[in-house]
């Protein structure tokens, strides 16, 4: 049941207004006391991503790289059975990866369907600096992944093709709401010279059809990021944020002038409007996060169950996000 103010009234977004984007900036950019460092990252296992990235940042670290190496720890983790090492497989058994990067210049770099690595965040770095093209995908990822020194090695561990082998029974595709579904890390920071950057990495959707990619690591689905404002970020069904655009409209409705809660929650009730009238609504959960260039944060998602980790000055956490259904 909706249940969130004014859930319906507001839920179809505005236009955006060219003439007012160098203005909206310029407000952002030039407001005072802005909180430095800030790293926000999604579910409970964003909290030992922050732990590693915090005191990178603390330390006069930039945000790319510890965006980088926050994540990093998540995909090397076999207990977080949604990114890297011990994820879910799709439904031919085979864990394929999928991440992006974005830095305070948009430059960005983005790997999908990436078998064999445990960490594709770190080779979507390698494509941003080091290739003129910002996605590889499948064979050619991974052939350029062990060009740049990476190593192969089977990310299906026993405790995921145990759930594998179980899944088989049934072979029903029918994913569960915050579990199957929060299959991603997505990360935001703001370092000390106040600059952003973004990461995102996942095993995807858990069962899914062999070569299917989802929104992390399409920039301006998964991730978006403007340093004259502020970034955002996703996670949930992919299908449902590459259809919004939902990351890029995020930071466009901040450059308009919304606060981070604000622009996360109309993208969320954007997506609701789409899905409302489908038979696929009753598995829909979608989670936004967003960090403006002043150090606020938010994050907002359709249903209950999604939490972002935080941590600024004097401050971390774990955070129950707002949310429009139960």
Same mark, same amino acid.
């Given at each position: 049941m909706i249940k969130r103010r004014d859930f319906l009234g507001k839920a179809a977004l =505005?236009?955006?207004s060219l003439s007012a984007?160098?203005?909206m900036a310029m407000k952002a950019e030039s407001k005072k006391g802005a909180k430095k460092p800030v790293v926000i990252s999604t579910w409970n296992h964003g909290v030992q991503a922050n732990e590693t990235a915090y005191p990178l940042l603390e330390k006069g670290g930039t945000a790319l790289? @510890?965006? /980088?190496?926050g994540v990093r720890v998540v995909e090397a983790d076999p207990k977080v059975m949604t990114v890297g090492l011990g994820g879910f497989p799709d439904r031919e058994g085979k864990v394929t990866l999928d991440a992006c990067i974005m830095d305070k210049h948009s430059n960005c770099g983005s790997v999908a369907f990436l078998q064999n690595i445990?960490?594709?965040i770190s080779v979507a770095r390698k494509v941003m600096e080091e290739t003129p093209h910002i996605m590889l995908v499948g064979e050619g990822a991974l052939q350029f992944a062990k060009s740049q020194g990476f190593k192969e090695e089977n990310l299906l561990t026993p405790e995921a093709e145990k759930a594998y082998k179980k899944w088989l029974e049934e072979s029903k595709y029918q994913p569960v709401i915050n579990i199957e579904n929060h299959d991603t890390i997505s990360m935001l920071a703001l370092d000390k010279n106040g600059d952003l950057a973004g990461s995102c990495t996942t095993s995807g959707a858990a069962w899914k059809m062999h070569g299917r990619v989802g929104d992390s690591p399409i920039i301006g689905a998964g991730l978006f990021l403007d340093n004259e404002v502020g970034g955002a970020a996703a996670t949930g069904l992919g299908e449902a944020v590459i259809?919004?655009? =939902? $990351? @890029?409209m995020v930071v466009e409705?901040?450059?308009q002038g919304d606060s981070p809660y604000d622009a996360c929650k109309k993208v969320t009730e954007r997506i609701y409007q789409l899905y409302k009238r489908r038979d696929d609504l009753q598995y829909l959960q979608v989670g936004f996060i967003a960090l403006s260039?002043? =150090? /606020?944060?938010a994050g907002y998602s359709l249903r209950k169950g999604f939490n972002y980790a935080f941590q600024e000055p004097g401050k971390? =956490?774990? $955070?129950? @996000?707002?949310?429009?259904m139960d």
């Open positions: =505005g236009t955006v984007l160098p203005t790289d @510890a965006v /980088e190496m445990v960490h594709p259809r919004t655009a =939902g $990351s @890029a409705l901040m450059r260039k002043t =150090g /606020e944060y971390n =956490g774990l $955070s129950d @996000a707002d949310f429009s």
